[in-house]
């Protein structure tokens, strides 16, 4: 590839509805720029950007991909996300290095909510917005439809570029309305046509001049007095519309037929702005200021690792985006979160999953460094003597848990091991051990994404897994005072063991245990309190009941008896442990489970589901009201944690993904009867 400085540079990220034709559109776009020999399927599973074995298996995108395409002169960074939400992650990732988000839908669809979020992800970090409405090849499939909706949603900023010409249900041609001409497609190739003379075509014709009117007072006047634009007016315009997010072009295309795919490169190209458009990305200084940095690649470095891959053979690959100065393989970068000069690797170009040796990475451009130990996903690179930090990856948080089981005994290592790396290249999934349940966790954003790890953890690291749902962490505590005595006294051979206390346990709001004496004429010698009391508290991490660490008891140790040989601290710790198995059955105990505080967001319709959803999981609603986005709720609730196990399934499939939830634990509390006896149960069988 030819060198391209940084204002013939754009960074696109492809993000949408799972299913709408994203990679095959991609795919497209790399073959008729020539940047791939054939037309990859996503069905035949030959496609350049869904290289993984997991995407190949499942016919769907499970992380982001890119590709450079060269097209008029620029070069094209084509990042293709995934669209279903389970793997967020990767359209995280191609939002924090783009400028420009290329929404894909398909023709026939009404506002998907893959949509919705795209777009929202492109207004969050203010980047530029285009359309792309794909699967105009199929019959019964309607651009317009699909157009109107859009329009409905987002107004009249939607201003069509490339439009199909229908005769009847079929595509005829193609019309450009920036360049004001039509094309037939075969096989990709372009056949220049007349631009039909048709209602609709005049329609969208108005509609689109009209958009690039509003940019320019000039154009504006031009465009009341019914005079024509020139060619370069058109593009300018364009460009600014597009630029401020006034204008949202939206590009009719086929993918699967590689139909008018040409035209939308030229649009890209052509409108959409590269770093080096923008006065420069905001940072923050190490006062903690925000600094601008402009894309300039005689500047100092600043680049942002927002990607990274742990390939079989390359090792290590970090993803950056360079926003100011240039990555090359003698730079000494500075790593702003370790505080490490980082030794630079190779330094690569991706197509999918092909590496292309190159000589750096210039600001405005993204690359990869292989062999960066020390780097992870959202680090900034910088020049220790201009020390900036840029916005890392806007990681989306885990939010379904596992308990993960190894078949083999031994391989828990090498499960681990690969999960540390599989968390390397997907911070959306976290691993820790529950230390009270001992417990292995895996944490992430849906079935789906454990599932790809399952898969990942057998294909990539040989060793299989078992999930299943996790232990509750409960707890089993007293409810009434009951004293009992625990007497331990045994005659072998030579010494004696005796020991005697009478121990009174009641209940207290501490979770901790709490010891106290009260023994006169020293019944007991002082000096086996201690014993005692550690006793005790051995005891208390075993519950009577089902074997669940006890809290919020007092335990006090008000009378007993001794001998002068026989008794030691063994033998009174013994002692101790009887009364406590003795007195806790007396002392009326239960188990208490953990609660959690839910915060759920979803759309106004789907309140009342949720709410039932909440009741029927034992939940208590606290409060509700509008959220801070329109026709957004908010609701708070307390929910045992035993009964979330599938909300975030539940929540997903009422909202059709627009809903979402943070739930943190808050307290214990007394178990309900019923899941009392169940957990008594559940123990008693696994202690067989
Ligand atoms: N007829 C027709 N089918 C298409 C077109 N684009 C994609 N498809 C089909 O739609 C299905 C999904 O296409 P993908 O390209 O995998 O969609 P995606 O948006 O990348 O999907 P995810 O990666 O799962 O989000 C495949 O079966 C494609 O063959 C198109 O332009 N026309
Ligand atoms: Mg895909």
Redesign the pocket.
Same mark, same amino acid.
């Given at each position: 590839m030819k060198a391209y400085t940084s204002n013939n540079i754009r960074n696109i990220a492809v993000l +949408?509805h +799972? +299913?709408? $034709? %994203? #990679? #095959? *559109?991609c795919e497209a776009m790399l073959y008729i720029s020539g940047a791939s020999e054939r037309l990859g %399927? &996503?069905?035949d599973g030959n496609t350049v950007l /869904?290289f993984d074995a997991e995407e190949k298996r499942r %016919?769907? !995108?499970v992380s982001s991909a890119m590709a450079a395409i060269e097209w008029d002169n620029t070069k094209l960074n084509i990042i /293709?996300a995934? $669209? *279903?939400f389970d793997f967020e992650n990767g359209s995280a990732e191609a939002v924090r290095a783009a400028e420009a988000v290329l929404i &894909?839908t !398909?023709a026939g669809s009404g506002v998907d909510v893959g949509t919705e979020k795209a777009f929202k992800a492109a207004e969050k970090r203010g980047l530029a917005k285009f359309f792309a409405i #794909?699967?105009t /090849? !199929?019959d019964h499939r309607s651009f317009y439809k699909t157009f109107e909706a859009l329009k409905e949603t987002y107004g009249n900023k939607l201003c069509p570029t490339i439009i199909p010409y229908m005769e009847g249900n079929i595509t005829k041609c193609y019309v450009n309305l920036m360049t004001g001409m039509a094309f037939e497609y075969e096989d990709g190739k372009a056949t220049k046509v007349p631009v039909p003379s048709d209602p609709v075509i005049e329609e969208m014709t108005a509609a689109f001049m009209e958009a690039v009117a509003t940019t320019d007072d000039e154009l504006m006047e031009k465009f009341f007095e019914g005079e024509a634009f020139t060619q370069e007016e058109i593009l300018k315009g364009l460009c600014t519309g597009i630029f401020d997010g006034s204008i949202y072009p939206v590009y009719a295309v !086929? +993918? *699967? #037929?590689a139909a008018a795919v040409d035209q939308l490169l030229y649009g890209l190209a052509w409108s959409a702005p590269g770093a080096y458009g923008y006065a420069g990305e905001t940072a923050k200084d190490e006062k903690g200021e925000e600094v601008i940095l402009p894309c300039d690649v005689n500047g100092p470095l600043a680049a942002v690792c927002f990607k990274t891959v742990a390939d079989p053979f390359v090792g290590k690959m970090s993803f950056f985006k360079v926003v100011s100065g240039k990555l090359t393989p003698d730079t000494q970068a500075y790593n702003v979160r370790t505080g490490e000069i980082e030794k630079m690797g190779k330094i690569v170009t991706v197509k999918g999953g092909k590496q292309e040796d190159a000589k750096e990475i210039i600001a405005g451009d993204i690359g990869v460094v292989t062999k960066l130990a020390g780097v992870k996903t959202g680090d900034t690179l910088c020049d220790s003597k201009n020390i900036v930090t840029l916005d890392g990856v806007d990681c989306p948080k885990a939010c379904l848990s596992m308990a993960v089981k190894v078949r083999k005994k031994g391989e828990e290592e090498k499960v681990a091991q690969g999960l540390f790396r599989l968390m390397e290249e997907d911070p959306s999934i976290t691993f820790a051990v529950n230390k009270e349940t001992k417990e292995q966790i895996l944490s992430g954003m849906g079935e789906q994404h454990l599932d790809v790890v399952v898969s990942k953890l057998k294909n990539k690291f040989g060793v299989e897994v078992d999930l299943s749902v996790p232990k509750v962490a409960y707890r089993e505590t007293i409810r009434k005072k009951a004293e009992a005595q625990g007497k331990h006294k045994k005659q072998s051979g030579g010494h004696g063991q005796f020991g005697d206390v009478w121990i009174r346990f009641e209940p207290t709001d501490s979770e901790e245990l709490v010891f106290e004496e009260e023994v006169f004429g020293g019944a007991v010698p002082k000096n086996f309190f201690p014993a005692v009391e550690k006793g005790l508290r051995d005891c208390v991490l075993k519950g009577v009941l089902a074997g669940y660490p006890m809290v919020g008891v007092k335990a006090t140790l008000y009378d007993g008896s001794y001998h002068p040989v026989d008794s030691s601290e063994m033998a009174f710790k013994t002692a101790a442990s009887l009364a406590y198995k003795a007195g806790i059955p007396k002392a009326d105990p239960t188990i208490l489970e953990p609660v959690g505080t839910l915060v759920a967001r979803m759309p106004d319709d789907n309140l009342g589901d949720i709410m039932g959803d909440i009741t029927k999981r034992r939940g208590r609603v606290l409060g509700m009201g509008p959220a801070d986005e329109p026709k957004m709720q908010e609701l708070t609730a307390e929910v045992p944690m035993a009964e979330m196990g599938d909300f975030t399934t539940v929540l997903r499939s009422v909202t059709a993904g627009r809903g979402s939830f943070s739930f943190e634990f808050t307290r214990y509390e007394q178990a309900p009867q019923n899941i009392v006896e169940k957990v008594i149960a559940d123990a008693a069988v696994e202690e067989e």
């Open positions: +949408g +799972g +299913g709408k $034709g %994203k #990679t #095959t *559109l %399927k &996503v069905a /869904d %016919k769907s !995108s /293709d995934p $669209g *279903l &894909v !398909s #794909t699967k /090849d !199929s !086929s +993918g *699967l #037929t």
